[in-house]
């Protein structure tokens, strides 16, 4: 048996964030959706997203489909594996797994044709559709990966150099860290391999840092927080989640906040997280073309990968911005900024593919990664399906 993580209409309703991958590739608490998946089914899932996306085929034969959407947990896998052939699972109206009796290859064809015999499941499930799903659970979805990661392992020990609050902490192998405040009384604190916690840090869990991230000197850390791998962070972060290989080094506010890959967050940027008469704050939403409610009186700045902002950028609350975007200048920006605009306050210009595609490259250079042909053809295919956002060009 196969296993098959598919997108459903989610997809959409979490760009900016997914442009560039599928959900199931989305950081939550210590790792993506699909990594959470490969360890309880004990072998890698493949993915079904958008064609765009895609990189890898099934195989013919039986396979399971589960709905990449969808954090695992023990109780929903046993479900899963009961199924009959043309047998699934719904929940809410969501549907969650399918067996069907054929393979199927394309995304809106398992949707729609797959002719399964749906099953309602009772049991709670955390789901993760709306970008502000990632960091209003990310506090659960960390502390439930943390006994995951952790049950039966020992941790490596920190220098007598820290002060340790609470017993609610796990090192891996190669962690350096000194004079640093560690609170993890209020939640678990993970430091992943090779983590580096300059001098003077302090911390509040829950707290997941990724392989080899690093928090510069005097940085203050409020959780739940997650700092995706190979990232620099500095300044005060309050219940952020930064996807990987995205640098915030300096200080400045960032608070309640996803962060996507190869961000780069300027000197002394500031968001705002709260509106000045504590209303609901409204987010823009690819889905339904307009401002929505996000039933969150907290909510930052949403970036997609590749994007960046100069020093002293100020942030509306709920202020979304697309992929390999380049804001800089005095002044409020706009609350919806689309993926290749390159300005600020006083207007947008285009942010040529070419040039963008040059930085990217330099920029994962620096960390011995390539800009192949895949991303650049996903980065290609989001220039010109994002041209209707960018009004200045008609």
Same mark, same amino acid.
């Given at each position: 048996?196969?296993?098959?993580?598919?997108?459903?209409?989610?997809?959409?309703?979490?760009?900016?964030?997914?442009?560039?991958?599928?959900?199931?590739?989305?950081?939550?608490?210590?790792?993506?959706?699909?990594?959470?998946?490969?360890?309880?089914?004990?072998?890698?899932?493949?993915?079904?997203?958008?064609?765009? /996306?895609?990189?890898?085929?099934?195989?013919?034969?039986?396979?399971?489909?589960?709905n990449?959407?969808?954090?695992?947990?023990?109780?929903? /896998?046993?479900?899963?594996k009961?199924l009959?052939?043309?047998?699934?699972?719904?929940?809410?109206?969501?549907?969650?797994?399918?067996?069907? *009796?054929k393979?199927?290859?394309?995304?809106?064809?398992?949707?729609?044709?797959?002719?399964?015999? /749906?099953?309602?499941?009772?049991?709670?499930?955390?789901?993760?559709?709306?970008?502000?799903?990632?960091?209003?659970?990310?506090?659960?979805? /960390?502390?439930?990966?943390?006994?995951?990661?952790?049950?039966?392992?020992? *941790?490596?020990?920190?220098?007598?150099?820290?002060?340790?609050?609470?017993?609610?902490?796990?090192?891996?192998?190669?962690?350096?860290?000194e004079?640093?405040?560690?609170?993890?009384?209020?939640?678990?604190?993970?430091?992943?391999?090779?983590?580096?916690?300059?001098?003077?840090?302090?911390?509040?869990g829950?707290?997941?840092?990724?392989?080899?991230?690093?928090?510069?000197?005097?940085?203050?850390?409020?959780?739940?927080?997650?700092?995706?791998?190979?990232?620099?962070?500095?300044?005060?972060?309050?219940?952020?989640?930064?996807?990987?290989?995205?640098?915030?080094?300096?200080?400045?506010?960032?608070?309640? *906040?996803?962060?996507?890959?190869?961000?780069?967050?300027?000197?002394?940027?500031?968001?705002?997280?709260?509106?000045?008469?504590?209303?609901?704050?409204?987010?823009?939403?690819?889905?339904?073309?307009?401002?929505?409610?996000?039933?969150?009186?907290?909510?930052?700045?949403?970036?997609?990968?590749?994007?960046?902002?100069?020093?002293?950028?100020?942030?509306?609350?709920?202020?979304?911005?697309?992929?390999?975007?380049?804001?800089?200048g005095?002044?409020?920006?706009?609350?919806?900024?689309?993926?290749?605009?390159?300005?600020?306050?006083?207007?947008f210009?285009?942010?040529?593919?070419?040039k963008?595609?040059?930085?990217?490259?330099?920029?994962?250079?620096?960390?011995?990664?390539?800009?192949d042909?895949?991303?650049?053809?996903?980065?290609?295919?989001?220039?010109?399906?994002?041209?209707?956002?960018?009004?200045?060009?008609?």
């Amino acid at each position: 048996m196969q296993y098959c993580l598919f997108d459903d209409y989610s997809w959409e309703q979490l760009l900016p964030l997914t442009f560039t991958r599928s959900v199931a590739d989305l950081r939550i608490g210590i790792d993506s959706i699909a990594e959470k998946w490969q360890r309880i089914l004990v072998e890698k899932p493949y993915i079904l997203s958008q064609d765009y /996306l895609q990189y890898s085929r099934l195989e013919e034969g039986p396979c399971t489909y589960i709905n990449s959407s969808i954090i695992p947990n023990d109780e929903l /896998l046993a479900d899963i594996k009961k199924l009959k052939s043309g047998e699934g699972l719904n929940y809410n109206s969501k549907l969650i797994a399918l067996k069907p *009796s054929k393979t199927f290859f394309n995304l809106n064809e398992l949707i729609e044709n797959n002719s399964c015999q /749906l099953i309602s499941y009772n049991s709670p499930l955390i789901t993760i559709e709306r970008p502000w799903d990632i960091f209003t659970k990310n506090g659960l979805v /960390l502390k439930q990966d943390f006994i995951n990661y952790t049950n039966g392992r020992n *941790s490596a020990k920190l220098s007598n150099t820290n002060t340790i609050i609470g017993d609610n902490i796990f090192v891996e192998k190669g962690v350096t860290a000194e004079a640093c405040i560690i609170n993890c009384s209020e939640g678990p604190v993970y430091l992943g391999k090779g983590a580096n916690l300059m001098e003077g840090s302090i911390i509040r869990g829950p707290l997941s840092m990724g392989e080899s991230s690093t928090l510069k000197l005097g940085t203050k850390i409020y959780g739940p927080t997650t700092i995706g791998p190979h990232s620099k962070v500095g300044g005060e972060l309050n219940n952020v989640v930064i996807q990987g290989f995205s640098n915030k080094a300096h200080d400045g506010f960032l608070g309640n *906040s996803v962060i996507g890959a190869w961000c780069n967050i300027g000197a002394d940027t500031n968001t705002s997280n709260l509106k000045n008469n504590y209303a609901e704050v409204r987010l823009w939403s690819y889905t339904e073309k307009r401002f929505i409610k996000t039933g969150e009186q907290f909510c930052g700045l949403i970036m997609g990968d590749h994007s960046k902002c100069g020093i002293n950028t100020m942030f509306n609350t709920g202020t979304v911005i697309g992929v390999s975007a380049n804001i800089f200048g005095e002044g409020f920006p706009r609350n919806i900024i689309p993926s290749f605009a390159w300005g600020g306050k006083n207007g947008f210009m285009t942010y040529k593919y070419d040039k963008a595609m040059e930085v990217a490259e330099i920029v994962m250079g620096r960390r011995g990664i390539e800009l192949d042909k895949r991303e650049r053809s996903i980065l290609k295919h989001i220039f010109d399906t994002s041209a209707e956002y960018r009004t200045w060009e008609k």
